[in-house]
């Protein structure tokens, strides 16, 4: 097995450059009143509410321009049909603008079949035991760290911790320091997927992170080819190995795809497990028997609690997909519903995860549901590239916080949730 050495750059700070304020955080009172508006309508508590009404009565919804997809049958059917109901329109702007050509904004094609083939061969299945040591180790570490205290600020030190070691060691894009490399990868994740309000902070974080990347990146690519280091076992060696068999790999498209891959990993990772965490505080009878198969080191189930608590506690409520063609959705039903070339598509994946049709008994925590029918990381030709990754370094996470005895949360504000725009940015939990 090959072993993990972290990929440095060639030269590296004494200590973190200081970092410049979250987007989130910027800004006058209207646009605070904005995004509050927009995440509390978007919240649980809100969308399962709207959802329920309209599986019943509206389950194909058109507003205008847009169709609001909600029934379990409707939402996969228009995942899976990506050549009618395509991506490139919603993704494509904010990737080009921030990063370039990649595999999340390509509709199915010559270009997406090749650099999905080679990024698969960079990126390896037969990876994940080695993956899973990582995670197993790099989260060993963070609550060992916290014992002598008994209370761990769970974000930081431990959920946003492991994934960035993994983008460190196992990717090789360390950046120049852990503090930037978590604020690249978050700005850049923000504006290309999770800025529906367009926010221009958000925008403008962006464009400056893009520019920081892209003069670390380039010279790094450029210092590991030279230096006969592009064969080391890590993704970003895989990739600038592949040239000269492939001249389409220039470093420029090392570091798109690169950038590409790891954008999403360290807060994907890390708002899925602090939703996981959070609902399970909320329910102890569950609580108690993830905590029993993280004890047992019984990780399949540890994900299966996973999953459903998350099912309650959405991590992607909604998906978007711009309809390519006119196209029929639940053609044969009472619900067809005919959609014109150019509508937008709003498709709810938290709703189809409570429709009874896809998730028998909807309302109950159920742990006997089959992992791979959750919706949490899409469906189809554009399901989540690092799935495979999710599920091996979320159960290894979440069973070390779980080990840990008397978990609960700390008392006050600190013990809730606190937010930068979408992401978690702070939970603080105690222990016996």
């Known amino acids: 097995m090959s072993t993990l050495a972290p990929a440095a750059p060639a030269t590296a700070p004494l200590r973190p450059a200081p970092q410049p304020p979250s987007p989130n955080s910027q800004g006058g009172m209207g646009l605070r009143v904005k995004r509050w508006i927009f995440y509390t309508l978007t919240g649980r508590t809100v969308l399962r509410a709207v959802f329920a009404v309209l599986r019943r009565h509206a389950p194909l919804l058109k507003a205008g321009s847009r169709v609001v997809v909600s029934r379990h049958a409707d939402v996969v059917e228009v995942l899976s049909r990506d050549e009618d109901f395509t991506i490139s329109q919603v993704n494509g702007p904010s990737i080009d603008r921030i990063n370039?050509?990649?595999?999340?904004?390509?509709?199915?094609?010559p270009e997406y079949d090749r650099d999905h083939a080679a990024l698969r061969a960079c990126a390896r299945r037969e990876d994940a035991e080695r993956i899973r040591q990582l995670a197993r180790d790099a989260s060993a570490r963070a609550v060992d760290a916290a014992r002598p205290q008994r209370r761990i600020e769970a974000v930081q030190r431990l959920t946003r911790e492991v994934p960035s070691e993994m983008v460190a060691t196992y990717f090789g894009f360390p950046g120049p320091d852990r503090p930037t490399q978590q604020r690249w990868?978050?700005?850049?994740?923000?504006?290309?997927?999770?800025?529906?309000?367009?926010?221009?902070?958000v925008r403008q974080a962006a464009i400056q992170t893009a520019a920081e990347v892209k003069a670390w990146a380039l010279p790094e690519i450029a210092r590991r080819r030279a230096a006969g280091t592009a064969g080391d076992d890590d993704v970003m060696g895989r990739m600038i190995a592949l040239r000269p068999a492939h001249p389409y790999a220039d470093d420029d498209w090392v570091r798109?795809?690169?950038?590409?891959?790891?954008?999403?990993?360290?807060?994907?990772?890390?708002?899925?497990?602090?939703?996981a965490v959070d609902e399970l505080l909320r329910r102890p009878r569950e609580l108690e028997g993830a905590r029993a198969a993280a004890l047992a080191g019984?990780?399949?189930?540890?994900?299966?609690?996973?999953?459903?608590?998350?099912?309650?506690?959405?991590?992607?409520?909604?998906?978007?997909?711009?309809?390519?063609?006119?196209?029929?959705?639940?053609?044969?039903?009472?619900?067809?519903?005919?959609?014109?070339?150019?509508?937008?598509?709003?498709?709810?994946?938290?709703?189809?995860?409570?429709?009874?049709?896809?998730?028998?008994?909807?309302?109950?925590?159920?742990?006997?549901?089959?992992?791979?029918?959750?919706?949490?990381?899409?469906?189809?030709?554009?399901q989540c590239f690092?799935?495979?990754?999710?599920?091996?370094?979320?159960?290894?996470?979440?069973?070390?916080?779980?080990?840990?005895?008397?978990?609960?949360?700390?008392?006050?504000?600190?013990?809730?949730?606190?937010?930068?725009?979408?992401?978690?940015?702070?939970?603080?939990l105690e222990f016996d």
């Not at 990868?185 to 902070?201: I, K, M, S, Y």
């Not at 506690?313 to 196209?327: F, G, K």
């Open 100 to 109: 370039g050509p990649f595999i999340l904004a390509m509709d199915r094609g």
């Open 185 to 201: 990868l978050r700005n850049l994740f923000q504006d290309a997927f999770a800025n529906p309000l367009d926010d221009p902070f």
């Open 256 to 275: 798109r795809n690169i950038a590409g891959l790891v954008v999403g990993a360290v807060d994907t990772i890390s708002r899925f497990s602090i939703l």
């Open 298 to 382: 019984d990780l399949d189930r540890v994900r299966q609690y996973a999953w459903e608590a998350v099912r309650f506690n959405p991590h992607t409520p909604l998906m978007a997909r711009r309809c390519s063609v006119d196209a029929t959705v639940a053609a044969g039903t009472p619900r067809a519903r005919q959609v014109a070339a150019g509508a937008s598509m709003a498709i709810g994946t938290l709703s189809a995860m409570f429709d009874p049709d896809g998730f028998p008994d909807p309302k109950r925590f159920r742990i006997d549901r089959d992992v791979r029918s959750y919706l949490h990381f899409g469906w189809g030709m554009h």
């Open 386 to 428: 690092g799935l495979g990754i999710n599920m091996v370094v979320i159960p290894e996470i979440l069973a070390a916080l779980l080990r840990l005895p008397g978990l609960r949360r700390a008392p006050g504000g600190a013990g809730k949730v606190v937010l930068d725009g979408p992401f978690p940015d702070r939970l603080v």
